[in-house]
């Protein structure tokens, strides 16, 4: 007796030992998950800056790296003073709730430090996106305002109503034969549609760089080339790095049985829908103006990237490829009608994030598992195909209400501020200033200060230039060189 | 009687629990890890193209950029649709099975999304490190052509061979007394043997570079210089990065007891190597030339790694030294060797991928753990000392014939390809486009156009100039600016 | 009573098993946690580089980047032949194993590798932070000597003294009421204190640059601008992602309940402090200089970065205000104080990690938990406040000694070698090499060498320059274009 009460004991507390464990582990993991993740994430902030201080002119470019450094800093107060709290704070009141959250203001009383810094890293690069579509002509002021009030406000409140569970698009629409909620794996809607439709916004209201539209429109419009072409690939590559970690690190969790799997998916459809996006991209491109463009292949992978923000989780790497030249096309679109517009986004910042988080948020529910063009085949000589495609067609329109809802709530906000600022006269520098570079003017520092080139070895170069000349003309046109 | 069974019932119960956290962990520790390294293994691409990019002059760096962005993008999609099957797809015919996969083609049916993630990393440095080789000449069709070909097949197959349980290389020869196996840890024969003899290939069949060698030969070679030493810097550091988690991350299981020891462990020996090469050469080089390069040596580190890839796990961190020096003669004598031939290597990707692969399959079987030179000391006054030696030798025999039939492989298929694109004049562009350069007639695409620097302050730097000339000469000769 | 000794056995058996379990995956989660933390921080090093190289001018450039390869290179090689066992191994003696630990050299009998990988990223972090100080003017011989001497012997002993379980400053002072210990999570005084104030020596002794300051000392110190803002900016970003695995890795272990939450904290404060200090001394410069400079918001938002890895593991988030802006302000005097004490900091690498480690290191006893503020406030009113605030204030005593300690021991071994180097002509460049700069002359290697830039499409850029006019003046002085 008193031994079967020893085993009963001794099992209870092997079983609490054992849950005891795997709590444990299960904490830990995820927080070196998260963690991990997004380190790589706040990384692509470094990949942000020299993708846009590549695109700009040498006069703009320690403009644009100071923005995208205060990005990070404006962004960590902002979410830790009050964007959290409104994006995964609970809220006491359930009509409330639906809306906003409104607890742990400061993070008082937080314990989950490591999703805090994980949405943290997310509502750094919401901020991030808006600056490439202004950049060259942005005002300082106009930088910081609406860096603050994105990460504050507009991007966490549309956090919660997605990705919070007392959210009303999260919650969506609940019968005995429809459960729609949003599908978003990743923040196609909620980080990309947002930053891109707020650009569209930004470089309308704030308006063309001086000379990039002839006034007559006779013209066609003048290319304004950036300066550097490796940084804008540098900056790739980084983004391209760090996109990984943002689909991948999405699951959030890698603790339940075959979630470890889900990530490594998200990594690949992420890595194919840029792929195809990008040779989508080129192959027309090489087809229609006969050159092998660098800069547009970058954004044409960094769209399909952004696409498949929405449903890599839950998408069959074949799926990618439709995923991918679709965005490919999409971004070839929208940024030939920008500039049929006349709207001048030097980063196509719209084109990128705008029209690829578009463009993932619908495929999201059309080539996924359960989507629309997998209810359509089932539903063939199927009893119950009627009830799958009401599903799908439903979860489609649901998602349609929300992609509307995310471009409404971000325009409701920022609209006026860019009006707001463009009627104090912070909304753009003036022309002069334009014109002759913000660099030295705003910050006082050139990016490449003339006095730091140069070296004393009179006699280095030229024996070079004497052993040059026995072998024919490499670099005849010194007067011309790119370079000077 | 009830309540013995109710204890067996449960103990069996909880057995199966432990069993099962068991799995969960393994299965997504495991995900978690093979995602992490191959996050930053694929973040190599980006050294490369740095590394590359500032290897070549400012006229053809688009053109290189351009091409390692589309290796991560061409080789994804070789590799899910059929490189995947080759390499690690089963095979139901045994004898077939040696050589090939055959199952899982466009990934149908795998599970195992972290590894395909993992392994994809690898195939796409495969296939990048052959454009450092035939820089600044390069046809593009003959860039995606190879390209394609090695992350799709040439690499894949090389993989089956060799890490692939049913591969002929990985089975080797047992007998009652001998087994041999490939040893390749992190892939020192199947990465970069296989993707440095492609480059000799490559850089002999392609020609060297206008310029570069005299008709006569009766003058030294003329070391044509890349723009930009940063740059190469900087993929050297991204690279030595990359490396880590390549070496590391080649445990591919991070569960059984011990491996995280060993994970380690192979990351301390490919950083030692890369010291000891580079110091190595640096030495010798200042001994003979009395200069302190930092091209070179950053070229001897990675021939270190490299060198270290085939048996970092299995070796002890003295013997690092050994391997590491040996990398860095291994890059002095193959570099000089083929400017002797005339063969014209930008990126000396023969010396450092080839020449440190090649050494580490050998390294691997003398100086790891129950390599040739422990045999040998163990032989002495030892009873069974001629089997350990007739093991160790066996082994090393075994690996020199997987260093011949790797070498064989590639370049069976590729000299045909390279031979036939010459034909057709697809290898090599035109004179003319050489020596104008490559950015502006095949992308449209100046690294760093000329519109896009300066700025209007003239009134800025002159102030500068004043204060300068009070303390002496700094930069009296602007005429012979470097940068202009 | 058999099948009860069978219960006995299977439950002791369990028990092993889930023992066995909990082991293998603490070991091995350990180990992944501790190599991709410290994968993180070797990439410091490539942030170190750049941060350096844009901060000098073009013709040192090569040289400062060879110094930071080399970094890398050494200390590996110094911290495992000596470093590791003066570090972590353990001494035989008591009174010996207080201040140097004398086992385990060349890491025989180390088991441990991930900790010695994630020791060694430390190391490297150490030796690097000294370069800045003294670039554009030092010898490579005396770069050699310290760089050696700091990873292998100075920095190694302070961790044993701080961070090994017998070191003296680890023991601390242990009365019945009283318990102090060194408090110093990611090495804010035994790496960035300790290579601050070498930096310092450094500095001082080896004297300013040439036309830094001038001879009378009526004119405004000459300000010797970097060549590459936006270098900077890619060493800072790189940084910054450095320091959080910096300061999260430091947790050194993510199995124990709660230490995942802890990782993230410290990277949470990390961010936060950078931010606030980046911040503060923004607005200070904004108004008393009206310009909003990029390259010393890097500076400041490092130093917050630096004075929170003393910590970070151990403050509200809050509590990262006070730090942070105290980090601004402290970076804002010493940077000062240096320039009008003549000493020429060119990355103002004393003001970055001495002041902010030092700043770091009482900030630590002040305002985290158990600290002097919280001590004095639980004190009002309560019955065992003086208690807690002798315990506080006592921490905060053995804190400074610690800290004296650091500097004193930091300066008693390179001060003498400093004026040793300095007495055998090995310390400093000849005047004309600083003046003609040491990249061609040490190296013979050229940043941006002349003749790899230009290309020969004449015709190309002047059609640009046409439809350029039709928009008014871009680019009017193409004279003091500040590129050439």
């Not at 540098?234 to 699951?251: D, T, V």
């Not at 009893?383 to 709530?409: E, K, Y």
């Amino acid at each position: 007796m008193s031994s079967g009460e020893n085993y009963t004991a001794e099992i209870i507390e092997l079983r609490r030992e054992i849950e005891q464990i795997r709590q444990d582990f299960a904490d830990n993991d995820n927080a070196f998950f998260l963690c991990s993740m997004a380190l790589v994430i706040f990384f692509m902030q470094c990949g942000f800056a020299f993708l846009e201080a590549g695109a700009v002119r040498s006069k703009n470019t320690t403009n644009i790296l100071i923005k995208n450094l205060l990005d990070s800093c404006i962004s960590v107060i902002g979410y830790w003073s009050l964007g959290w709290a409104f994006a995964f704070g609970d809220s006491s009141n359930k009509v409330v709730g639906l809306f906003i959250g409104h607890s742990q203001f400061f993070l008082s009383g937080l314990i989950n430090y490591p999703m805090f810094f994980y949405q943290y890293a997310f509502a750094a690069t919401s901020a991030t996106i808006v600056s490439g579509a202004v950049a060259e002509r942005c005002e300082f002021a106009n930088y910081i305002v609406y860096s603050t009030l994105i990460s504050t406000v507009v991007y966490p409140i549309l956090t919660h109503w997605g990705w919070h569970k007392e959210g009303w698009m999260y919650r969506g629409i609940q019968t005995s034969d429809i459960h729609t909620t949003y599908m978003d794996f990743a923040g196609a809607g909620i980080v990309h549609l947002c930053g891109g439709i707020i650009s569209l916004a930004g470089a309308y209201i704030i308006g063309p760089r001086i000379g990039r539209f002839s006034k007559d429109g006779n013209e066609d419009p003048l290319e304004i080339k950036g300066h550097s072409v490796p940084f804008v690939a540098l900056g790739g590559f980084i983004l391209m790095f760090g996109f990984l970690a943002f689909n991948g690190g999405s699951m959030a969790d890698i603790v339940q049985p075959g979630e470890g799997e889900i990530v490594a998916l998200a990594m690949v459809n992420t890595i194919l829908c840029g792929a195809f996006a990008a040779l989508t991209f080129l192959i027309i491109h090489y087809l229609t103006k006969g050159k092998w463009t660098l800069l547009l292949t970058i954004n044409a992978c960094l769209t399909g990237m952004v696409s498949s923000c929405a449903g890599c989780n839950n998408m069959e790497p074949w799926a990618s490829s439709f995923t991918g030249i679709g965005a490919g096309l999409v971004y070839l679109g929208l940024s030939n009608l920008l500039i049929k517009m006349k709207v001048d986004d030097p980063l196509d910042a719209f084109a990128v994030h705008g029209g690829g988080g578009l463009w993932g948020m619908l495929s999201a529910c059309i080539i996924t598992r359960k989507g629309v063009a997998y209810a359509i085949a089932n539903a063939i000589g199927n009893n119950n195909g009627l009830l799958l495609c009401s599903q799908a067609f439903a979860q489609l329109g649901w998602q349609m209400i929300c992609v509307l809802a995310i471009i409404t709530w971000s325009l409701l906000w920022m609209i006026p501020i860019f009006l707001f600022l463009k009627k104090i006269g912070k909304l753009r520098v003036a022309p002069e200033i334009e014109i002759n570079g913000l660099d030295i003017y705003k910050h006082g520092e050139a990016a490449y200060p003339l006095h730091a080139y140069g070296h004393g070895w009179d006699d280095y170069e030229p024996i070079k230039e004497k052993s040059l000349q026995n072998y024919g003309k490499l670099n005849s046109n010194t007067e011309s060189d790119p370079q000077c």
